[in-house]
């Protein structure tokens, strides 16, 4: 009987109830349905129960399709990159460059624009980059160029949007990595020789890579599921995968088509999470003796 | 530095010194941190191949003192010379010194060999030379079998000896320990002090060593200064910091001691004769004190606990006291007994084999051989 005995207490799980009910009816259950619902297809309109493959054949099958997708992945990677190397500057010179009383301080700064609604944020961006926004007019007074650069209803304007949106994640995720790092370790490297650009390259960065990895999947995943800022500043010519899903369900109403779409970005999201974390896990335990590689 | 005539005990510098023969000297050095003054006022002399160590209570300064040496911190005033050549700004990484911390600092993510290997990749050695060096290292510190280690992998003996090889590897000439010992157990603290010892006698490199642990000192150090507050309070051989304190604190820092206060009559016989407030006088040999400037003065006499003598053999020292057993305890080394004399506590410690001891009343007495002077401002 002693499993019984190490059988947790009833109380135990009412804990969990609320939240468990939760996910099952509002998450589990909808990614269900949206899974099966993309192997149904839709006639004049209306959902035909008949399982089918043809949504995703569609998809595969057809150029736009995939333009969208690699579009989507090439902005959502750009981010990744533009956040972190602004983002390792920045938290670097947090951790470490300023003192501790304003270090605070600075985080509060950057993190309160965050909280500033996402959509206004977004609009704010046009009023900068238009053609007779802020950044046109100031180029053209110091006479840098002649007429207005393209740059919003462009996918440079979303770039910017992704980047400024995201980058405080990153920023705040290496900060704390950062953080965690006993300062004995940065003297013992200057103490043994090692110049400031030294130190981050063999002590800093190693150390602060399980950040970097987990900041690159919240930028990745949230810029690539980003619909509102390739909207807003985006325009609509060159949509990017997100922006099709909406597409199919307010043009087409198409449930389907637009189910296949999202299980298609579900995957791409699910199957890069499981990539990167893997590899925080190899690189914060570093089991098993074997030297640690990047 | 030519021509300048060194701060230190004369005691440890005998003679003119040669440049050479100083590794690290500190000139009036003061460190303050906002409105806390960490050191004040530090003069002292390193001679090369000595081991020095700095003992003090916590927050007494010495930490920061070897943190200045190292060029983690610098001086608010003051210059700091190390092998004679003035280094008070210098880069913490271009100093020959090189530091054991408390806490090892080893690096986790790197190899035992990566770690060890660390100063010599940064001096720019290829690899097949940093193998090489790393290997003699790791033959050195005993442990030749965990080149590819981690260190968590390793116990906190092992680690702290690691964080030595990779400090040791470049060869410096002076070599910084902060409480290097300061984590681990008992048994193997007591074992690196002889290890360390031998290592330094054998590699013949200065080592400056901080600890809070007076018998690690005393066991391990050639020098010992002593710190308190910020101030250097006595700097000499463990066996003059023990027998002849200078001051009430070094007295009380390093063992147990028994302080009697008085005035000072003045010299008899080439004794310090030395009142009490009940009219008693305590001898004691002069040492090195010039008695007539002494004189009139109040002074404290310290004695050792090991040095009074209990019962018959008490009855024939120069210096008697009668008081009451107030406790008895049993160390293992010793039996020690707490006597109260008027208001002043006496420790005694005994050999021992004294099995028999008077229940109430005793008399306790020592000869002026034993004890020092300490006068008082």
Known sequence: MARIRNFPPLRFFVGFLPITVWEVLFFLFPVILIFMVSFLYVKELRLVYEWTFRNYAKIFSMLPYWEAYLRSFRLSLTAVLFSAAIGYPLAYTIAFEISRRYQRLLIVAMIVPFWTNYLIRAYSWQIILANSGLLNQFLQALHVIETPIRILYTHNATEVGFIYFYMVLMTLLLYSSMESINRDLLEAAADLGAKKFRTFIEIIFPLTYPGLIAGSVFVFILSFGDFVGPSILGGGKNPVFSQLIVDEIQGTVNLSMASALAVIMVVTIVAILILLLRRVETATLRKGGKPWRQ | ?377
Not at chain 2, 111 to 122: H, P, S
Not at chain 2, 142 to 155: A, E, F, G, K, V
Not at chain 2, 163 to 191: F, H, S
Not at chain 2, 322 to 335: P, Q, W
């Open chain 2, 1 to 377: 530095m030519p021509g300048s005539s060194p701060k230190g005990d004369p005691g440890i510098l005998k003679g003119r010194y040669s440049m050479e023969d100083i590794s690290v000297e500190f000139r009036n050095v003061t460190k303050k941190f906002g409105e806390i003054v960490a050191v004040d006022g530090l003069s002292l002399c390193v001679r090369s191949g000595r081991f020095l160590t700095l003992l003090g209570p916590s927050g007494c300064g010495k930490t920061t003192t070897l943190r200045m040496v190292g060029g983690f911190e610098i001086p608010s005033s003051g210059d700091i010379f190390l092998m004679g050549e003035e280094v008070t700004y210098e880069s913490i990484a271009k100093r020959e010194t090189h530091m054991v911390f408390q806490n090892y600092a080893l690096f986790p993510h790197k190899t035992v060999a990566q770690n060890i290997g660390f100063g010599l990749k940064m001096q720019g050695l290829k690899k097949s030379q940093i193998e090489g060096r790393v290997r003699e290292m790791l033959n050195l510190i005993n442990l030749p079998d965990i080149y590819d280690r981690m260190p968590h992998q390793l116990s906190g003996g092992q680690q702290q000896r690691v964080a030595l090889a990779r400090a040791l590897i470049l060869k410096p000439p002076v070599l910084l320990l902060d409480e290097p010992l300061g984590a681990l157990d008992a048994k193997i603290r007591k074992q690196l002090q002889l290890e360390l010892k031998q290592l330094q006698k054998d590699l013949g490199i200065t080592f400056l060593y901080v600890t809070h642990d007076q018998e690690e000192a005393m066991i391990m150090s050639d020098i010992i200064g002593i710190m308190n507050s910020g101030r250097l309070e006595q700097l000499g051989t463990p066996q003059q910091i023990y027998e002849t304190p200078k001051t009430e604190f070094v007295a009380g820092f390093v063992g147990e001691c028994n302080f009697f206060e008085g005035k000072v009559l003045g010299s008899s016989d080439g004794l310090i004769e030395i009142q009490d407030s009940s009219g008693r006088i305590l001898k004691v040999e002069r040492h090195s004190f010039d008695v007539s400037s002494l004189a009139g003065r109040r002074a404290t006499l310290a004695v050792r606990p090991e040095d009074i003598e209990i019962g018959e053999t008490a009855a024939l020292c120069v210096n008697r006291l009668e008081g009451k057993i107030r406790e008895k305890l049993y160390t293992g080394v010793v039996v020690r007994l707490v006597v109260e004399i008027e208001d002043n506590r006496i420790i005694v410690d005994l050999r021992r084999g004294i099995s028999s001891l008077p229940s109430d009343r005793i008399q306790i007495g020592w000869n002026p051989d034993v004890g020092s002077v300490i006068p008082k401002d």
